[in-house]
């Protein structure tokens, strides 16, 4: 087994105990708990830590690359990342049967990918292609599995168990970035999406803060509603759907 597949297998062990450690926290919050967010004690400490590592190092980097890089360079990074997840959205529209989109997601990632410099120029978008952002928790909703309850997740943050069980496939299968042979250029291209997100979302984070009473249940109550609905139960034949800067 090579050092990358190792490192993979260990990463697909750490997620499945993280998320059996949140499932039995969970299980002792008592029966005044909120449906959707049964592990809502859990949920509120690991938002904490998120918050607290997010304040301490993600934004205070983003905001660098902010104010450092110019805008053109970051709209191209932007482009190029967008465009990487045009191809996995594309699989998962044709898995979800939904012809359409699926058509349009791989005349982005074709058009962009070609004559956009490889997708730093989302020609696409101005030849007014839509984007139909998919995932394989999105897929499996669409498959009528119920997004089940509210997990926020270390680094990664909102999630619920459904989209926590369908991250293996997302990461491993899905994210062209995990196919770079070379570790530390994977590695950079990692950190760079990381910051480039993060970036993008200073001003739309300085806004909930400001306005948001309980940011968190502000959270949750917002991405709840674009995976699906709080299914305990039947799944959700629509599966959710994925804004355009998720």
């Known amino acids: 087994m090579t050092t990358d597949s190792r490192s993979r297998t260990r990463a697909a062990r750490w997620a499945a105990l993280l998320l059996g450690a949140a499932l039995a926290t969970g299980c002792a919050t008592g029966p005044n708990a909120n449906p959707a967010d049964p592990f809502e004690p859990y949920n509120r400490g690991m938002t904490r830590f998120n918050d607290n590592l997010d304040k301490a190092v ?73 984007r139909h952002k998919q995932d394989f928790g999105l897929t499996l909703g669409r498959w009528g599995v119920p997004t089940g309850p509210y997990l926020v997740l270390p680094l990664l943050g909102p999630s619920t168990v459904r989209d926590t069980a369908a991250l293996p496939v997302d990461y491993f299968v899905g994210d062209p970035v995990g196919y770079v042979n070379d570790v530390a250029v994977r590695n950079s291209l990692y950190g760079l999406r990381l910051v480039d997100k993060r970036a993008s979302l200073l001003h739309a984070t300085s806004v909930l803060d400001e306005a948001a009473l309980d940011s968190y249940s502000f959270t949750r109550d917002v991405y709840l509603k674009l995976r699906g609905g709080a299914n305990t139960g039947a799944g959700d034949e629509e599966g959710g759907k994925l804004p355009d800067d998720y």
């Open 58 to 130: 993600l934004k205070p980097v983003a905001t660098v690359y902010r104010d450092v890089m110019p805008r053109p360079v970051r709209t191209g990074v932007g482009n190029f990342f967008a465009n990487l997840g045009d191809a996995w959205s594309f699989v998962n529209n044709l898995l979800q049967a939904r012809g359409l989109e699926a058509y349009e997601s791989l005349v982005r990632f074709s058009t962009n990918t070609v004559f956009g410099l490889g997708g730093l120029l989302d020609i696409a978008s101005e030849a007014g292609i839509e």
